[in-house]
């Protein structure tokens, strides 16, 4: 996954993430364009829908 700069649009690192929720994770990033920028700011990416179902069922919880 690639995350721009909203300030310069150089490229970001991603430096850690918090999930607020079973969908919504925050990403911390870093610019890397040190020089004439070196913002740092937090993107959130949120999972929405499948575009695809998985190849095979979860497998059933046992309550054993
Ligand atoms: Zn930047």
Redesign the pocket.
Known sequence: MRVN?P??S?KAIITGSKELSANVIDLYCQ?I?TQS?G?SFVCALEYKHNTRLPNHAPKPVTTE
């Open positions: 700069c300030n310069c150089t610019c364009n920028c913002a």
